[in-house]
């Protein structure tokens, strides 16, 4: 009988770690050296020892991954999203690692996306950024900005190639498909555009990988001319921003996990100087988008635990005013905002919902949707004038659909199902029904099941989970 190859092991060389006043000894500390011969030579050995180990298993890891793939279709393409005088996409190609970002124009007013070719491009189709091309000679590749100018002219994009996540900031001249002389270094994610089309805010990371400055770039100048706008020292707190949906501010977020702030400044004064809508106050969250004037706001601030819907002045953002009656039994995940309506995404008796807010009278209704059990989503609508929402919807036997919801004539329409090959939906049913716990609160529980199993006496795979407000979606 063989025996069995022993794992690598790494020796110990105690490294003592002071922190607080108090001393830790680690033995393997030597190993975060990543470019260390010997880290690489270790590392190799382990990867050796785990595919020496787990040989017999190839054919059937091939097998998995076939099963798999049969299920997926490769080459496919988004669903269209309206954004000014275009329509932009994304494409994925069978045998392609990565996705290719395109648009087509648009005409007129016409808010119903074009239906295209997966297998073929439109005549007159723009390809914005190709990664596979990007990605050549680099053994990664992962994009963590992208941006296109107000005016639709630039594409601000920053990617990474080491897995480093830290990135490296281009602009594209979308005319001529060529690259700027602009080249700014260790950048994050989040970015925004001013209205002028030449200054582009964006984000560092310090060395703990923590978004904690916001810069301003403007084109054409060095990128040692950058102006640092804000350092946030307190380390619990993370920096972002972006363009608010109607393009008139730009928001700057500093959040923890418990605690929010928010500074704005008109997207036409770039230059300007940064106004706090709130102070932060310890465990108040508030997220701000901005629509005609008035901020509208999500925050968990007096009392209002699930979050409530707020208004505020510009001149006086400080001060806010309810929007929508706050229902304690009801979580209010987020908004999307348009110039007509506001919609709302909450939970509710364990399943996510939409409910839109009409502005012109503030009535609100809730979308309907077809199966007791499911899971649903704002799927962003940048067009801020659109007359639509966009959302995604599934269940534990629908596949990811996309929809837009006409908010006038308060009816779904159906842009795309995701097909996936090999599948029957007819021969699954899913249901939603309740468990009490001891002390009599129902808990939610979403069954999915062949049409003909048994219900009573069969085998079932039952999980859960329900912590740190994490809620599993079926």
Same mark, same amino acid.
């Not at 001013?194 to 770039?217: C, E, G, V």
């Not at 807010?357 to 899971?375: N, R, S």
């Not at 006409?406 to 939603?432: I, M, N």
């Not at 002390?439 to 219900?455: H, Q, S």
């Given at each position: 009988?063989?025996?069995?190859?022993?794992?690598?092991?790494?020796?110990?060389?105690?490294?003592? %770690?002071?922190?607080?006043?108090?001393?830790?000894?680690?033995?393997?500390?030597?190993?975060?050296?990543?470019?260390?011969?010997?880290?690489?030579?270790?590392?190799?050995?382990? !990867?050796?020892?785990?595919?020496?180990?787990?040989?017999?298993?190839?054919?059937?890891?091939?097998?998995?991954?076939?099963?798999?793939?049969?299920?997926?279709?490769?080459?496919?393409?988004?669903?269209?999203?309206?954004?000014?005088?275009?329509?932009?996409?994304?494409?994925?190609?069978?045998?392609?690692?990565?996705?290719?970002?395109?648009?087509?124009?648009?005409?007129?007013?016409?808010?119903?996306?074009?239906?295209?070719?997966?297998?073929?491009?439109?005549?007159?189709?723009?390809?914005?950024?190709?990664? !596979?091309?990007?990605?050549?000679?680099?053994?990664?590749?992962?994009?963590?900005?992208?941006?296109?100018?107000?005016?639709?002219?630039?594409?601000?994009?920053?990617?990474?190639? !080491?897995?480093?996540?830290?990135?490296?900031?281009?602009?594209?001249?979308?005319?001529?498909?060529?690259?700027?002389?602009? @080249?700014?270094?260790?950048?994050?994610?989040?970015?925004?555009?001013?209205?002028?089309?030449?200054?582009?805010?964006?984000?560092?990371?310090?060395?703990?990988?923590?978004?904690?400055?916001?810069?301003?770039?403007?084109?054409?100048?060095?990128?040692?001319?950058?102006?640092?706008?804000?350092?946030?020292?307190?380390?619990?707190?993370?920096?972002? @921003?972006?363009?608010?949906?109607?393009?008139?501010?730009?928001?700057?977020?500093?959040?923890?996990?418990?605690?929010?702030?928010?500074?704005?400044?008109?997207?036409?004064?770039?230059?300007?100087?940064?106004?706090?809508?709130?102070?932060?106050?310890?465990?108040?969250?508030?997220?701000?988008?901005?629509?005609?004037?008035?901020?509208?706001?999500?925050? !968990?601030?007096?009392?209002?635990?699930?979050?409530?819907?707020?208004?505020?002045?510009?001149?006086?953002?400080?001060?806010?005013?309810?929007?929508?009656?706050?229902?304690?039994?009801?979580?209010?995940?987020?908004?999307?905002?348009?110039?007509?309506?506001?919609?709302?995404?909450?939970?509710?008796?364990? %399943?996510?919902?939409?409910?839109?807010?009409?502005?012109?009278?503030?009535?609100?209704?809730?979308?309907?949707?077809?199966?007791?059990?499911?899971?649903?989503?704002?799927?962003?609508?940048?067009?801020?004038?659109?007359?639509?929402?966009?959302?995604?919807?599934?269940?534990?036997?629908?596949?990811?659909?996309?929809?837009?919801?006409?908010?006038?004539?308060?009816?779904?329409?159906?842009?795309?199902?995701?097909?996936?090959?090999?599948?029957?939906?007819?021969?699954?049913?899913?249901?939603?029904?309740?468990?009490?716990?001891?002390?009599?609160?129902?808990?939610?529980?979403?069954?999915?099941?062949?049409?003909?199993?048994?219900?009573?006496?069969?085998?079932?795979?039952?999980?859960?989970?329900?912590?740190?407000?994490?809620?599993?979606?079926?």
């Amino acid at each position: 009988m063989t025996t069995p190859p022993s794992p690598p092991l790494a020796p110990k060389r105690p490294t003592t %770690l002071s922190h607080h006043g108090d001393d830790r000894v680690d033995e393997w500390y030597w190993l975060n050296e990543k470019d260390n011969p010997e880290v690489v030579a270790h590392l190799e050995a382990e !990867n050796a020892f785990t595919e020496a180990q787990t040989a017999h298993t190839a054919e059937l890891r091939e097998t998995l991954f076939q099963e798999i793939r049969s299920h997926i279709v490769e080459t496919d393409l988004s669903v269209p999203t309206r954004r000014g005088a275009y329509w932009y996409y994304s494409r994925t190609i069978e045998g392609k690692p990565y996705g290719v970002a395109c648009r087509l124009p648009a005409k007129g007013d016409d808010r119903t996306p074009p239906e295209l070719s997966a297998e073929a491009s439109d005549a007159a189709e723009q390809v914005l950024l190709d990664s !596979n091309l990007e990605a050549q000679g680099h053994d990664y590749f992962a994009l963590g900005v992208f941006a296109v100018s107000p005016d639709s002219q630039l594409l601000g994009w920053a990617s990474d190639t !080491n897995g480093s996540e830290v990135y490296t900031l281009r602009f594209r001249d979308l005319a001529t498909g060529a690259d700027l002389d602009d @080249v700014v270094e260790g950048v994050t994610y989040g970015a925004a555009w001013a209205s002028d089309n030449r200054t582009f805010f964006y984000i560092r990371q310090d060395a703990a990988m923590r978004p904690y400055q916001l810069w301003r770039h403007t084109l054409g100048t060095p990128a040692a001319d950058d102006v640092l706008i804000h350092t946030e020292d307190d380390e619990a707190f993370f920096v972002s @921003v972006e363009r608010s949906k109607d393009g008139a501010m730009l928001l700057h977020s500093l959040g923890s996990k418990v605690t929010s702030e928010c500074r704005f400044l008109r997207a036409d004064d770039p230059t300007g100087s940064w106004t706090v809508v709130a102070p932060r106050r310890q465990d108040i969250e508030y997220d701000v988008d901005h629509q005609d004037g008035r901020f509208v706001i999500v925050t !968990n601030a007096d009392g209002a635990t699930n979050f409530a819907l707020v208004q505020a002045s510009v001149e006086d953002p400080a001060t806010w005013t309810e929007l929508v009656p706050y229902d304690p039994a009801v979580r209010l995940l987020g908004i999307d905002v348009a110039r007509d309506h506001i919609a709302l995404q909450e939970r509710a008796e364990g %399943l996510t919902r939409i409910r839109l807010l009409t502005v012109a009278d503030g009535a609100l209704h809730t979308i309907d949707q077809p199966e007791q059990a499911y899971t649903l989503g704002l799927g962003g609508t940048p067009d801020y004038d659109s007359p639509l929402i966009r959302y995604t919807y599934t269940s534990m036997v629908t596949p990811a659909s996309v929809y837009d919801y006409d908010v006038a004539a308060r009816e779904p329409l159906l842009r795309k199902r995701q097909p996936v090959p090999a599948y029957d939906a007819s021969l699954y049913a899913t249901e939603r029904t309740w468990a009490p716990a001891a002390d009599g609160t129902l808990v939610p529980v979403t069954l999915v099941a062949r049409k003909d199993r048994p219900r009573d006496g069969g085998p079932c795979l039952l999980y859960g989970y329900g912590s740190y407000e994490h809620s599993i979606d079926p």
